[in-house]
Nanobody, 125 residues
Framework: QVQLVESGGGLVQAGDSLRLSCAASGRTFDEFGMGWFRQAPGEEREFVAAIGWSGSRLYYADSVKGRFTISRDNAKNTVYLQMNSLKPEDTAVYYC??????????????????WGQGTQVTVSS
């Protein structure tokens, strides 16, 4: 079992930056591929970014490519999402997720085994 706790969300203005963190506990962190997803009110959950267990494989949604950066620190059991040049359309609850085996698409939520509770990000115009 893995517990995931997100932090770092908040209310910012368009163009600002935020860094989300996801702290993992319960299992060996570096065994897991990690991902960030988000869900806006009334919308489906969507993929944001993912990172392989070693940090060498990175994946991004087109909507955030060039603005968001995913990274991980296996010594701290933490994955990060640096979000720059935020836009109002980035407003959503952001969820951290972990998957045991890096099989299948990293962008598919059903390929993840554990989820955090989410952290709210609100970007005002």
């Amino acid at each position: 079992q893995v517990q995931l706790v997100e932090s770092g969300g908040g209310l910012v203005q368009a163009g600002d930056s935020l860094r989300l963190s996801c702290a993992a506990s319960g299992r060996t962190f570096d065994e897991f591929g990690m991902g960030w997803f988000r869900q806006a009110p009334g919308e489906e959950r969507e993929f944001v970014a993912a990172i392989g267990w070693s940090g060498s494989r990175l994946y991004y949604a087109d909507s955030v490519k060039g603005r968001f950066t995913i990274s991980r620190d296996n010594a701290k059991n933490t994955v990060y999402l640096q979000m720059n040049s935020l836009k109002p359309e980035d407003t959503a609850v952001y969820y951290c997720a972990a998957r045991n085996y890096e099989l299948g698409s990293a962008a598919l939520g059903s390929n993840y085994d554990y989820w955090g509770q989410g952290t709210q990000v609100t970007v005002s115009s």
